[in-house]
């Protein structure tokens, strides 16, 4: 709430990278990317704890597919990266 991140893409953990919110298991690609480009965003986001992305790995390889979100400034979300 702090950082403006809206619920529907609240995660388990909130980071500020850069001044650019990265909230949940994001892919380290996203970030760069976001980095890279500067979008006048809030931040990214992966809502929830998709099997797979990073943190939540499992031996047996499953991934479950997932966007990584922008956060708009008014609140809203968009895709960042199609997953």
């Not at 529907?8 to 690609?29: K, L, R, W």
């Amino acid at each position: 709430t702090e950082h403006k991140v809206p619920a529907a893409a609240q995660s388990c953990h909130t980071g500020i990278v850069n001044g650019y919110v990265v909230e949940g298991h994001v892919p380290v690609d996203a970030v760069q990317k976001m980095l890279k480009e500067k979008p006048a965003i809030i931040g990214i986001a992966v809502p929830g704890m998709p099997m797979g992305s990073p943190g939540m790995e499992v031996p047996s390889g499953q991934k479950d597919k997932f966007d990584v979100m922008a956060i708009n400034r008014n609140g809203s979300l968009t895709v960042f990266v199609k997953g």
